[in-house]
Nanobody, 122 residues
Framework: QVQVMESGGGLVQPGGSLRLSCTAS????????VAWFRQAPGKEREFVAA???????YYADSMKGRFTISRDNAKNTVWLQMSNVKPEDTAVYYC????????????????WGQGTQVTVSS
């Protein structure tokens, strides 16, 4: 199976910034869509952002203007740049990939990392 791993989570103050990284074993992102999801305690997993194989991006409405997703297929790496973070951004952030075009549904994704905790607090 493809191995996916997130990193970069931690504690950040409201209004601050943080960059999350997602890497995969081998050259597994070359033709895949990659997405970030997040899940807070007591809430369902929700879509954050996605990037397809051609570089096109999509963001959940609450993330627009604050978060940026990018990828480098040669490095099998996807980043999520988080800016102007809010306390409600606190969650476990997951990186996921699928073989075709992106969707916003978690059940559509084939490969998942184990998550990285992001805590926004003063």
């Amino acid at each position: 199976q493809v191995q996916v791993m997130e990193s970069g989570g931690g504690l950040v103050q409201p209004g601050g910034s943080l960059r999350l990284s997602c890497t995969a074993s081998g050259r597994t992102f070359s033709t895949n869509a990659v997405a970030w999801f997040r899940q807070a305690p007591g809430k369902e997993r929700e879509f954050v952002a996605a990037i397809n194989w051609s570089g096109g991006t999509y963001y959940a409405d609450s993330m627009k203007g604050r978060f940026t997703i990018s990828r480098d297929n040669a490095k099998n790496t996807v980043w999520l740049q988080m800016s102007n973070v809010k306390p409600e951004d606190t969650a476990v952030y997951y990186c996921a990939a699928r073989r075709t075009y992106y969707t916003t549904r978690p059940l559509d994704y084939d490969y998942w990392g184990q998550g990285t905790q992001v805590t926004v607090s003063s």
